[in-house]
């Protein structure tokens, strides 16, 4: 505790005496007081009966006032005709204090309205340090109100329900999906042969982002809907401990997710240019429900789809909005409604991206057969890349593309290449 607010302690301790010590005086001038020993003339005993009455009247009121201590004023029993007064509405805060002591009603009133109180923080960094009270503001999804409850408005009522019902509606959909066509297999037999899908630093870059993804996407939906489905549960001691920790995993795990969906980004750009195929192989959904893949080249149309929308859209938004949360943005004055409206931004984006990616990691796992040995071991099978990316197979037939592209696998990996580009 520094000086200052040991000397304001002292200063609020002595005035609080004062006002015991004020009313004390004021209780005991009240009280009867004993006649003097000595004689008194006549006109003084005369004059002083009407006096004695009226102290006999006052001694009861003296007695509850003592019995009861301080009293508290009640502000409409002191004036209750100050409101009368034409002025009474554009009264500041002392003059209030006149006519209706303890009512401070005109510094809510400004308070409530935005203006700035003092504080010991500087401006250059904390703008709006002495702002109670947020202005009013409308975001899309709230009414007119105060910034802060229009951001709750918009969290409560739009981001959290609707929001964790999107991504309850898209798993159970992969799960009917999976249901009724179950894991789309080979339709030929192996050959043997290996194809080199992805090379080591595709894949380091692949699964740094996706393992960041994961932390992310798993400490988010629990920081936004634990409390609803796991709260309940574990009760809130342990819940809070959980949040408290999976919130500075999601904090520390944000940034290496910035940094790999970048690496991402230009290690995979090459090969999802879009093409004229494409526009075919959306046409017929990939051929998911007609059971005959539909020709692509290294990356189908859906996988250009989550790459430019997910990853590059989507990932930018999420990455942008996330790292003003954190604070990571320098030259940034992070103001409440700055802060609000990222958060804002952050949850719609990651609520679109984790239901995007859904989908890319149920056909990257249980949804086709090899798709995670590809990412996985970096290889697949030539009836593999056939079946799946017909004209990327094609190409490395007619020698456009080798079948081994990363140093390692050329010099370990001759007899493949030679075999696969036969």
Not at 31 to 37: I, M
Not at 105 to 129: D, I, K, T, Y
Not at 403 to 414: C, I, M, T
């Amino acid at each position: 505790m520094n000086r200052f607010s040991v000397l304001k302690q002292i200063k609020a301790h002595v005035l609080m005496g004062a006002v015991i010590f004020g009313v004390a005086l004021s209780v005991s001038a009240q009280t009867p007081v004993a006649p003097a020993a000595t004689a008194t003339s006549a006109t003084s005993a005369a004059s002083a009966k009407p006096a004695a009455a009226d102290t006999k009247a006052a001694a009861p009121e003296a007695a509850k006032a003592g019995a009861m201590g301080v009293q508290s004023a009640n502000i409409f029993s002191i004036a209750p005709d100050a409101s009368t007064d034409p002025k009474y509405a554009d009264q500041n805060n002392g003059e209030r204090d006149k006519v209706q002591p303890g009512n401070n009603a005109p510094m809510w009133r400004q308070v409530g309205a935005g203006v700035n109180g003092f504080s010991s923080l500087p401006a250059s960094e904390a703008p709006e340090a002495g702002n109670l009270i947020q202005p009013f503001v409308q975001y899309p999804g709230s009414k007119l109100t105060t910034a802060g409850e229009a951001w709750r408005q918009v969290r409560n009522n739009w981001i959290i329900p609707y929001g964790g019902s999107l991504l309850l509606i898209v798993t159970l959909a992969i799960a009917l999906f999976y249901y009724g066509k179950g894991t789309m297999k080979l339709h030929g037999a192996e050959t043997g042969r290996k194809i080199e899908r992805f090379t080591p630093l595709e894949r380091a870059a692949h699964w740094t982002n996706a393992i960041a993804f994961v932390l992310l996407a798993v400490s988010g939906v629990v920081i936004a809907f634990g409390k609803y489905f796991i709260l309940p549960i574990i009760g809130s001691a342990l819940f809070g401990w959980l949040t408290y920790f999976l919130k500075n995993v999601h904090n520390f795990a944000g940034p290496l997710f910035a940094v790999s969906l970048i690496i991402v980004f230009f290690t995979f750009l090459k090969d999802n240019w879009p093409s004229k195929e494409d526009i075919t192989w959306m046409l017929k959904g990939g051929g998911m429900f007609s059971g005959q893949e539909v020709p692509s080249h290294r990356f189908n149309a859906g996988e250009k789809v989550v790459f430019w929308l997910g990853v590059l859209g989507l990932g930018v938004i999420v990455v942008a909005s996330g790292l003003v949360l954190d604070k990571l943005i320098p030259g940034l004055i992070y103001e409440r409604g700055t802060m609000q409206i990222a958060n804002m931004i952050h949850g719609v984006a990651t609520v679109l991206m984790m239901a995007m990616f859904l989908g890319h990691i149920y056909m990257g796992t249980i949804g086709m057969q090899g798709a995670y040995s590809a990412m996985r071991t970096g290889y697949v099978d030539e009836t593999w890349a056939k079946e799946h990316h017909e004209l990327w197979y094609n190409d490395i037939k007619a020698g456009k593309i080798p079948a081994q592209r990363s140093p390692e696998a050329v010099a370990h990996g001759g007899a493949a290449s030679t075999s696969a580009s036969a």
